[in-house]
C-alpha cells in the first residue's frame, strides 16, 4: 500500500489536541507528531454532504453540483447520490492510471461506482440497496464480520445514553473490523477508510462534555465522546501496524465541530419581513393559528419525551413523522406566487423562489441581485432577545461558489453565532424565530476541520501557520504518488507539507460521468427518515 487516507467524519482540533498531548490518543498524536498538520476548511456551508464530494473530485460545489443532503426546489426537495457529482472522483482517475483503490465508507458514495479495486458506501445509501462494488463484496466477509453496519440504530433521547454509546462504539468496531480485514485480505494502492460516528456522536452529545454548554448538566457520560476518538485512534494504532514503513497516511475531517445553542426559524424570519407569504387556503390559516397558539412540532416532541415514549417514538415516529410535519405549517402552506425566499437546509441557507429554477418562481434573473440585497439588508435586524444581532457572516453564493451549477446552490449563507446557533432545516419549529433546538442536538459543525499528513515525502514534527482547504486535499494527493494533477481541479497542491515541494504538473482528465440515479420511493424513504434521525432534516 502507498497511502492510506483516513476520513474522521467532524474531527475536530480543539479536542484531538488537549487529549492528544495528555496522552489519550496516542495514535493520532504520534502522526501529529511524526507528521505535518493544519486546519483543513471546509466547504461553505460545512456540511458532510458537499464537503465530501468536494475533497473526492478537488472542486467546489459549484463545480461538481452538490450543495447539502437534499437539493431544495420550492415546496419539495429531493436526496442528493453520488450520480449528481459532476466530477469525476480521485477513485475514478486513480483507477483509470492503473492504481487500485479502496474506499469505505465515505458519505455520498452511493450507488458504488466501478473503480479498479473495491468501494463499499457511506451515510446515504439504502439498507436494502447493493452498497458495495464488487456487489458480492460484503457477501464475501459477512460469515466473517457480520452484517456491514452504514449508520446507527439508536437515536439519542435524553436518558438513554448508555444504550446509545453502546451503539456508536459498535458502530466505530464495525467500520474499524471491516477496515482491518479489508487490508489484509484485498491489498490495494490507495486505501480511504471513512468513520462517521464521531460526527454523529457529537451532534448528539456535545453538551455532556462541556461545562460552557447553556444546556451542560453533570452527566456519567461527559466521557463518551472521548471513548470514541479513543476507539478511533486504537483502530488507526492497529492500521498503521499493518502498513509497509515507505506508506503514506493522510488524515482529515470534512468539518470541525463545536457548541449547538439554540436554532433559529429563518422561514418565520422571511414571513415577517414580508418575503414569504403563507397561502389562505382554510387549512393554512388553522394551521397558523395553532402555530401562534403554541401547538407545533416542537411542543409535540417535547410531550412525547415527557411521558417517555422514545423508543417506543422512534418506531412510531418512521411511519408518523412525516403525517405529523404535514399537519403543521410546512412548505405546502407557502403562497409562492407571493414569495420571494424561502430558507431550507440545516445551517441557514436561503433560496430565492427564481424563475426558471424553482417550480413556482417568480424572482428574475433581473431583479436577482437587488432582491437579493433586500433579503441581506433586512437580516441586520435578526437579533435575539436582547438586541444582540445573530449574524456573524453573511456569504452570497457567488463569493464561494464557482462553475455550472453554480445557480443550483444557496443564494445566501448565515454564519449565526459563530456556528452556535444554526437554521432549522425545514419549515419552523413553532411560531417564534430564535428558539430551541426540538430533538436535543447539543453540537454542530464548524469550518475547521484537520488535516495531519505522515510519511517520508512529507514534513515532520510540523504544524503550518496557514489552513488547507478540503479541495487542496485531490491534488496533494496526485502530487504525492508522483502524478500529474488533473486540471480541472479548483485546489492546489499543498507544497507546504512536503519536504521537497514536488513537481506539479497538469494533465487533461477524462470527464467520464453517470447518467443520474433516481432512487425508489422506499429507498428514499428510508434514507430521508435517517437523516431526519440524525437532525440533518
Ligand atoms: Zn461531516
Known amino acids: 500500500m502507498k497511502l492510506l487516507i483516513l476520513g474522521i467524519d467532524g474531527a475536530t482540533f480543539d479536542l484531538i489536541r488537549p487529549w492528544a498531548r495528555e496522552g489519550k490518543l496516542p495514535n493520532l498524536a504520534k502522526l501529529m507528531q511524526h507528521g505535518v498538520h493544519t486546519d483543513l476548511l471546509s466547504t461553505m456551508p460545512p456540511v458532510t454532504s458537499p464537503a465530501w464530494p468536494s475533497f473526492m473530485t478537488g472542486c467546489n460545489p459549484g463545480k461538481h453540483g452538490v450543495f447539502d443532503f437534499i437539493q431544495p426546489s420550492g415546496a419539495s426537495y429531493s436526496l442528493v447520490n453520488s450520480s449528481l457529482i459532476k466530477k469525476p472522483t480521485m477513485w475514478q482517475i486513480l483507477s483509470n492510471k492503473g492504481y487500485r483503490v479502496g474506499v469505505l465508507n465515505v458519505p455520498v458514495t452511493y450507488p458504488p461506482q466501478p473503480i479498479n479495486g473495491f468501494m463499499i458506501t457511506g451515510i446515504l445509501s439504502p439498507k436494502q440497496g447493493t452498497i458495495s462494488y464488487p456487489a458480492n463484496l460484503i457477501d464475501r466477509y459477512r460469515g466473517t464480520l457480520g452484517d456491514y453496519r452504514i449508520s446507527p440504530n439508536i437515536q439519542y433521547k435524553p436518558g438513554n445514553e448508555t444504550a446509545y454509546i453502546e451503539d456508536i462504539y459498535d458502530l466505530i468496531h464495525a467500520h474499524g473490523k471491516w477496515a482491518l480485514h479489508l487490508m489484509q485480505n484485498e491489498p490495494v494502492d490507495v486505501l480511504m477508510v471513512h468513520f462517521i460516528a464521531l460526527d454523529i456522536m457529537m451532534h448528539a452529545l456535545w453538551k455532556l462534555m462541556d461545562s460552557n454548554h447553556p444546556r451542560h448538566k453533570p452527566s456519567a457520560h461527559q466521557d463518551g465522546i472521548l471513548g470514541g476518538y479513543q476507539l478511533v485512534d486504537s483502530y488507526i494504532g492497529k492500521m498503521l501496524d499493518l502498513l509497509p514503513a515507505d506508506a503514506h497516511v493522510i488524515t482529515m475531517s470534512d468539518h470541525g465541530f463545536g457548541p449547538?445553542?439554540?436554532?433559529?426559524?429563518?422561514?418565520?424570519?422571511?414571513?415577517?419581513?414580508?418575503?414569504?407569504?403563507?397561502?389562505?387556503s382554510p387549512k393554512t390559516i388553522l394551521k397558523s393559528l395553532a402555530?401562534?397558539?403554541?401547538?407545533?412540532?416542537?411542543?409535540?416532541?417535547?410531550?412525547?419525551?415527557?411521558?417517555?415514549?422514545?423508543?417506543?417514538?422512534?418506531?412510531?415516529?418512521?411511519?408518523?413523522?412525516?403525517?405529523?410535519?404535514?399537519?403543521?405549517?410546512n412548505y405546502d402552506s407557502v403562497d409562492w406566487s407571493q414569495t420571494v425566499a424561502y430558507s431550507m437546509g440545516h445551517v441557514g441557507q436561503i433560496y430565492l423562489n427564481m424563475a426558471g429554477r424553482?417550480?413556482?418562481?417568480?424572482?428574475?434573473?433581473?431583479?436577482?441581485?437587488?432582491?437579493?440585497?433586500?433579503?441581506?439588508?433586512?437580516?441586520?435586524?435578526?437579533?435575539?432577545?436582547?438586541?444582540?444581532?445573530?449574524?456573524?457572516?453573511?456569504i452570497l453564493r457567488e463569493e464561494t461558489y464557482h462553475g455550472p451549477y453554480t445557480e443550483k446552490g444557496p443564494d445566501i449563507h448565515l454564519i449565526l453565532d459563530g456556528y452556535n446557533i444554526i437554521a432549522y432545516p425545514l419549515?419552523?419549529?413553532?411560531?417564534?424565530?430564535?428558539?430551541?433546538?426540538?430533538?436535543?442536538?447539543?453540537?454542530?459543525?464548524?469550518?475547521?476541520?484537520?488535516?495531519?499528513?505522515?510519511?517520508?515525502?512529507?514534513?515532520?514534527?510540523?504544524?503550518?501557520?496557514?489552513?488547507?482547504?478540503?479541495?487542496?486535499?485531490?491534488?496533494?494527493?496526485?502530487?504525492?504518488?508522483?502524478?500529474?494533477?488533473?486540471?480541472?481541479?479548483?485546489?492546489?497542491?499543498?507544497?507546504?507539507?512536503?519536504?521537497?515541494?514536488?513537481?506539479?504538473?497538469?494533465?487533461?482528465a477524462e470527464q467520464e460521468l453517470r447518467d443520474d440515479h433516481t432512487l425508489n420511493e422506499a429507498d428514499n424513504k428510508q434514507i430521508e427518515d435517517r437523516l431526519r434521525d440524525l437532525g440533518y432534516l
Open 260 to 280: 449547538l445553542h439554540r436554532i433559529v426559524n429563518l422561514n418565520n424570519f422571511l414571513m415577517e419581513k414580508g418575503f414569504l407569504k403563507l397561502n389562505h
Open 291 to 329: 402555530f401562534k397558539l403554541g401547538i407545533s412540532p416542537a411542543v409535540i416532541y417535547r410531550i412525547v419525551e415527557k411521558i417517555g415514549l422514545q423508543n417506543m417514538a422512534t418506531k412510531v415516529s418512521k411511519n408518523t413523522r412525516n403525517q405529523l410535519l404535514g399537519k403543521f405549517l
Open 358 to 394: 424553482e417550480p413556482n418562481g417568480i424572482v428574475t434573473q433581473a431583479s436577482y441581485k437587488r432582491t437579493r440585497q433586500d433579503i441581506v439588508d433586512a437580516l441586520q435586524d435578526l437579533v435575539d432577545e436582547n438586541g444582540r444581532s445573530l449574524i456573524t457572516k453573511i
Open 427 to 508: 419549515f419552523a419549529t413553532n411560531g417564534k424565530i430564535v428558539t430551541e433546538q426540538i430533538r436535543g442536538d447539543s453540537g454542530c459543525h464548524r469550518r475547521e476541520g484537520i488535516v495531519i499528513a505522515h510519511g517520508p515525502q512529507f514534513k515532520e514534527n510540523a504544524q503550518l501557520p496557514i489552513s488547507a482547504d478540503i479541495i487542496d486535499i485531490a491534488p496533494t494527493i496526485f502530487a504525492l504518488l508522483g502524478e500529474a494533477v488533473p486540471k480541472h481541479m479548483d485546489g492546489a497542491v499543498l507544497v507546504d507539507f512536503f519536504k521537497t515541494p514536488p513537481d506539479v504538473t497538469h494533465f487533461d
